[in-house]
């Protein structure tokens, strides 16, 4: 044989080999998952799917999953809803197409969101999908395997307890403002504040001055969701700012003068805080209010320190994401994560996987906040 037909030879019998080891490795190429144990760089293992980049708080989130993830040798995708259900279903679709095997989810609307977490259950024909519903429950499904959450009745109750500890006498006007009646979350904000603040609207430490449906339902502390939601109907701000500013105005303006001056109020969230502080520090008739947090998010942590938001429930997002990821982990390597306490989703008592709370005021803004790592002091002028 020529040393020009063995060289031909020689090489056709490399390429036929380099042919099979590619179609050796060809297998894996849908399972889902990247680096540790779990397979090649080229699968997803994970596909996370956030309400929307409008929020600071998701941005942040978006940021600790990837780089947690990634670290931790995993090949995540992460996409928002901008508010769209229809948009989320087209987001968990995408990444189901992609191979993942497991799914966070932040639902838009917890209920809407339950034909995405069925589909995710659907393609677990071909894949196994885990889905963990994340910070937000996913409703009237049994299509929902785990619930990352920090304790929202707790959150609601701690903004509560604020207002009791801070009122004397009798006799003060209570102004009550809830979140989005498509979120779930609300709903727990609510009840786990009505719960705290009723008895002392039975009492007559506090008189509500802005929802009739509040007020027709005073003497009962154990809320059906039904009646929840009349209440909620009235109060909602949509989790946004400007709603809630309109709607503070508007009650502002159909109240009189006796209805106001030392006031109490419940706002969701840091958002919507600070809205309707602004509102309220804005009418003369009003000479002293007290309002209520959530998200620690740097703009209300400078209204504490100025005196403008009275407190926010601190919840640490590194603490949620880092949870997310440990049972995403746990799941991926066939292992159970472990779970405390359980929430019902109108279908099924989902396992939940619950982050602690804090109350943050001007007095421990620095240990809660700055000592802790999660904020500069440099972010903040004045700091106490």
Not at 57 to 66: C, G, K, L, P, S
Not at 193 to 208: D, E, N, S, Y
Not at 306 to 317: A, E, P
Request: a neutral charge.
């Amino acid at each position: 044989m020529s040393k020009k037909t063995l060289w031909f030879v020689l090489s056709l019998l490399t390429a036929f080999t380099f042919l099979l080891s590619a179609c050796g490795n060809t297998g894996g190429s849908t399972g889902g998952s990247t680096g540790g144990s779990t397979g090649s760089s080229q699968q997803l293992a994970v596909g996370i799917v956030l309400p929307t980049k409008d929020e600071p708080r998701w941005i942040q989130d978006e940021t600790r999953f990837r780089e947690a993830l990634q670290q931790a040798g995993y090949q995540v995708e992460i996409l928002f809803s901008q508010g769209s259900s229809a948009k989320e279903k087209e987001n968990v679709e995408a990444l189901l197409a992609k191979g993942i095997k497991v799914l966070i989810i932040c639902p838009h609307d917890g209920t809407a969101a339950a034909a995405a977490a069925a589909a995710a259950r659907a393609a677990g024909v071909k894949v196994i999908v885990k889905v963990i519903s994340y910070d937000r429950l996913i409703r009237e499904t049994d299509a929902v395997d785990y619930y990352v959450t920090f304790d929202s009745i707790a959150v609601g109750a701690q903004q509560a307890q604020y207002l009791v500890d801070n009122a004397s006498g009798s006799g003060n006007p209570l102004y009550l403002y809830a979140g989005a009646a498509s979120d779930n979350n609300a709903f727990l904000f609510f009840e786990g504040a009505w719960k705290v603040l009723q008895p002392k609207i039975v009492a007559g430490t506090f008189v509500i001055k802005n929802s009739s449906e509040a007020v027709a339902l005073q003497n009962k502390l154990d809320l059906t969701r039904d009646e929840m939601a009349k209440i909620l109907g009235q109060i909602t701000t949509n989790w946004d700012f400007n709603t809630a500013k309109n709607l503070a105005e508007a009650n502002l303006t159909a109240a009189s003068a006796a209805d106001k001056g030392k006031v109490y109020i419940l706002a969701p969230n840091d958002g919507t805080a600070r809205a309707i502080a602004d509102a309220f520090a804005a009418d003369k008739d009003v000479t002293q209010y007290f309002v209520t947090g959530q998200d620690a998010e740097k703009a209300s942590v400078q209204y504490i320190i100025d005196g403008r938001q009275s407190m926010t429930v601190f919840k640490d997002v590194r603490t949620l994401v880092k949870d997310a990821i440990s049972a995403a982990v746990a799941l991926l390597e066939n292992k159970q994560p472990t779970s405390r306490g359980s929430y019902n989703n109108g279908k099924i008592d989902v396992p939940a996987i619950q982050s602690p709370v804090v109350t943050v005021t001007r007095d421990n803004v620095r240990a809660a906040l700055i000592d802790s790592g999660y904020y500069s002091a440099s972010d903040f002028t004045n700091l106490p």
